[in-house]
T-cell receptor
Framework: AQSVTQLDSQVPVFEEAPVELRCNYSSSVSVYLFWYVQYPNQGLQLLLK??????LVKGINGFEAEFNKSQTSFHLRKPSVHISDTAEYFCAGGAGNMLTFGGGTRLMVKP | GAVVSQHPSRVICKSGTSVKIECRSL??????MFWYRQFPKQSLMLMAT?????????EQGVEKDKFLINHASLTLSTLTVTSAHPEDSSFYIC????????????FGAGSRLTVL
C-alpha cells in the first residue's frame, strides 16, 4: 500500500532559526512528491514539487526539499523561518486520485 | 497560474437539509476534479474523483447517495451533502489538475460545513 509518513506532528522553532520537516514515502508511491502548506481555514498551497530531474528542489517562500531515493525521503528545509511560516505542512506523493498525503506537521514559529 | 475557486467558504445549516458546494477552475479546463474531507488536526482524505460528463468515482467507505457529485462542465464540479447531520460537519476541499499537467493539483480554499 502507498504511504507517506511525516515523522513529526508538531515542530516548534524560534524565529530566524533553521527548520527541517521530515517526510518519508513508501517505494510503492510513484515518485511525484509535493509539499503543501495550509494556513488556518484555507486550502492547500503548493510549496514545491519533485517530478524528475535535480534532486534539490527550490520552492516558494524560501523553502527547499531534497529527494533522496536511497532513504526514500523528501525532507523540507528552510534556513531561517519567520513568524508567518506558522502553518500546517503536508507532504504528498503520487498523482491524481493516487495522491497520498502524510499526516501533516504543524510548524510553530515562536518569537 | 491555475486558480480553483470554491464556494461557499463557510456554511451553517440545520440537520436534515442539503448543502451544495461548488468548485470552479477559473482559467483552465478540468476534466477531472477531486473532493477531499478534512477533520480537525488531520490530513486530507480523498472522497471521490469527479469526472466531467460521467459518474464520479467514490473511495471505499464514502456514501455516494450522501455525497452527490456532479461535474456538468469542464470548469465546474459540485458536491451536495444530502440530508446533512452533525457528523457531516467538516472541512471540504476540492482540487483540479491545472496548467502544470495532471501530476500537479491546484486546491480550492476549502468549505467549512457546520451542521447544527
Amino acid at each position: 500500500a502507498q504511504s507517506v509518513t511525516q515523522l513529526d506532528s508538531q515542530v516548534p522553532v524560534f524565529e530566524e532559526a533553521p527548520v527541517e520537516l521530515r517526510c518519508n514515502y513508501s517505494s510503492s508511491v510513484s515518485v511525484y512528491l509535493f509539499w503543501y502548506v495550509q494556513y488556518p481555514n484555507q486550502g492547500l498551497q503548493l510549496l514545491l514539487k519533485y517530478l524528475s530531474g535535480s534532486t534539490l528542489v527550490k520552492g516558494i517562500n524560501g523553502f527547499e526539499a531534497e529527494f533522496n531515493k536511497s532513504q526514500t525521503s523528501f525532507h523540507l528545509r528552510k534556513p531561517s523561518v519567520h513568524i508567518s511560516d506558522t502553518a500546517e505542512y503536508f507532504c504528498a506523493g503520487g498523482a491524481g486520485n493516487m495522491l497520498t498525503f502524510g499526516g501533516g506537521t504543524r510548524l510553530m514559529v515562536k518569537p | 497560474g491555475a486558480v480553483v475557486s470554491q464556494h461557499p467558504s463557510r456554511v451553517i445549516c440545520k440537520s436534515g437539509t442539503s448543502v451544495k458546494i461548488e468548485c470552479r477552475s477559473l482559467d483552465f479546463q478540468a476534466t477531472t476534479m477531486f473532493w477531499y474531507r478534512q477533520f480537525p488536526k488531520q490530513s486530507l482524505m480523498l472522497m471521490a474523483t469527479s469526472n466531467e460528463g460521467s459518474k464520479a468515482t467514490y473511495e471505499q467507505g464514502v456514501e455516494k447517495d450522501k455525497f452527490l457529485i456532479n461535474h456538468a462542465s469542464l470548469t465546474l464540479s459540485t458536491l451536495t451533502v444530502t440530508s446533512a447531520h452533525p457528523e457531516d460537519s467538516s472541512f471540504y476541499i476540492c482540487s483540479a489538475a491545472g496548467d502544470s499537467g495532471a501530476n500537479v493539483l491546484t486546491f480550492g480554499a476549502g468549505s467549512r460545513l457546520t451542521v447544527l
